[in-house]
RNA sequence: GCGCCAGUGGCGGAAUGGUAGACGCACUGGUUUUAGGUACCAGCGGGCAACCGUGGGGGUUCAAGUCCCUCCUGGCGCACCA
């Protein structure tokens, strides 16, 4: 059988334009697919569209058009637009999550995952976006603000449905090791939101009361210097004792803060027990304690934690050493010898924290605790324009997750867009109905999921995007983990982790082999340009001009000043489009251009230069190739077998950048000796290798030469014999500087050739007066003669 | 503040510990062309030279852009995570 690759673009939304950054993320994916298809691998490199989404809806609203048919319209044209581009795509594979036959599967695994226990409802304080008019999962809130709108984010308490993911987040972290072919920096990325913490949870009891409130910490060491308890404002145990117009005014006070550093505490009426001591400990509500960390309470350690230590500060808070330092040193958060502890003075940390862990356990007090910084993928959202979510309503309030035999839920296309919340609320008809099991009336649920579900699993549907199932289990086996997947950096958190989450899931429910969805992640920067301004606005690059020594907008003759060169957008007006430049310098300058001047992971500066000059080594190739005599010669066999290889090589590891250049190199020899080539073997070696990044131009003279079709040809074999050099101009070192080299063959013999060497001018000179002390021979890579 | 990553000509960038600057851009001179956003030839780190040069300082090594320590600068990510 076939060895497969799956390579993957991450699918565009689509919004009715490609820009420059998909033309380089799929020229990337497209060379790789190429070159493995004439490998003989069985390829599967396919298409898709992540179709649901607010901007539909927004411009819905804004044009007086409906979301289907916005959408529909927009893949429609950017996939005109990107059949432009020849990619080798399989378009029989190609899906749309807004289709249907997409999201009716959806819509079954979320009937399994439910069924698994991974789906679950609950009331949830969650982040509203005030302008999208909808929730937000927290990894989509940034700074305190919506991911798209960059509203602040409020809290608002909701039933929503959310995925376990904190039931696999000790594998998401673990797997992230064997992701051997991730950028670092995500696998770090991804360590960091899962956050992992080990440490302790406390009990502590509340003075006069049944009750008590557990806290989680990492420093169970510093117990001893416990002197207060700070509860978010949020805690369950503030609710009890306040009024709900006290903690709205609490919260509101809070968020009136300016310097986001600020401590600020509410003195609570109550008291807690130190756990180990006869001594009271002082409750505060505290701006600084988080609600949806650990337990939503601390123990402050003012000697031991800066924040408590500010806080203590502002508070006359005693504050106790625990742990051995100077007192200049406080607040100490270092490791240290344990002080003023009764059974744990004289230990380290470590064995501070062991010892008591194991105490607290044999007394009740406490446990060892981990906690993670993940909270569980809340999928709700209050939009028409997503996959609708499989459950109905009593008037009781109960619900049902309905049966797969009653799917799909389908998406009713008669809505009333107004703007203002969702519209399937609206829409009575849809959304009641008689439940066939009860013969109640029952009301559908008008929630859509999140569109990061969409994405979570539409490379498996790739593979079998027709099947009456969601996906086919053989197939999975077969063609998963992605071989390449290739995208922004921008997705290292979302995307990515819900992506493996989903993949863990899936295995565990249908019994699959594979736990991983992407072997390979290869994230390519972006594309910038120049900016340009005059007074009041931006100016587009092709608006400018030098006149006089001066840059001027060419329309208004104003002058302009050069701004750094940065991301392509329409607002700084430094955008090209992809059209425009496929009209003027064709396919193949544009793909050999977006693998030329950086590495694909770096970002790529466009220049009216860059392109040009690609479109030039194209002409050149073109030029060469039309002379038909063949004088080849043994050189040129070795050299083209060189390159051969390493364009292979390069290929391979991503080294795009390289592979031009060695395709410049190679041309670059083979005009300036020229040899010319024919219809000979060798040109058809070259024209293979040319054939990933410049199908175009390679399958044309190809055609040309061989009156066959180039696909029909498989990817040279390297004779590793023609890569031994025999000749060499070996280098000569005297004390490690550089001093010339000399010609010989590879095994001399280092007696022989050490006499010819004393010959050479520039070592003589070098020599004079001196005595050798002693001659490194590192044999065939270098000679370093060692004088006192 | 914490964590990553990176500092190499005018610019983008190459260099399994072994000739630093491949390749491209820009630039300079020349040739062809009525003309050229074309093509071709030559040059292109600094210095007259010996030599000196990979952010600074130390170290390991016969040999360091590459490995180790330290500092500086820039970028990215996280950020009151108990």
Redesign the pocket.
Known sequence: MKSKTYILEMFPYPSGNIHMGHVRNYVIGDISARYHKLKGDEVVHPMGWDAFGLPAENAAIQFDTHPQDWTLKNIESMKSQLQKLDLDLDWDRELATCNEDYYRHQQELFVDLFNAGLAYKKDALVNWDPVDQTVLANEQV??GKGWRTGAPVEKKVLSQWFFKITDYAEELLNDLDGLSLWP??VK??QR?WI?K?T?AEINFSIIGAGNSLNI????PDTIYGATFIAL?VNHKIVNQLLSQDEIKKIKSDFDK?ID????RGIPLKIKCKHPLLDKELPVYIA????DN??E?A?FGCPAH?D?DYDFAQKYSIPIIKVIECDDKELPFSGDGIVINSPILDGLSKNDAINKIINYFEKNKIGKKSI?Y?LRDWGVSRQRYWGCPIPVIYYDDGSYRVLDKSELPVVLPYDVNLNGKGNALLGHENWRKLICPKTNQTAYRETDTLDTFVDSSWYYIRFLNNKNNKPFDINDVNRFLPVDKYIGGIEHAILHLLYSRFFMKALRDIYKLNVSEPFKQLFTQGMITHKTYKNDTDWVMPRDVAIKEGNLIDIRSQALVTEGPSEKMSKSKKNVVEPDEILDNYGIDATRIFMI????PD??L?W????I??SK?II??IERYFQNRQTTINDETIKNVEKYVFEIEKNILNF?L??C??NI??LF?KL??SKVYLGENKISEKILICLFPILPRLSSKIYENLFHKEIVTTTWPDVDKNLLLENKL?L?I?I????SS?ISTKKGYKEDNLLKAVYELDKVK??LSNKKIRKV?N?QD??I?I?TD
């Open positions: 940034i700074d670092e920096k770090t990325m960091n956050g913490s440490g989680f910490t990492t420093r978010s803060i986001e550093k600020d401590k701006n600084f304690v988080l960390y650990g939503g601390i934690d924040r906690n910084k030329s001047d950086s590495p770096r970002e500066e220049t009216d230069e860059g040009q000059s030039n002409n050149r080294s950048n390289k031009v250049a410049y190199t670059n005009e300036k101009e280098p070192q004390n490690g500087k550089f080299t000179n070098r490194i590192v890579k270098i370093n060692i």
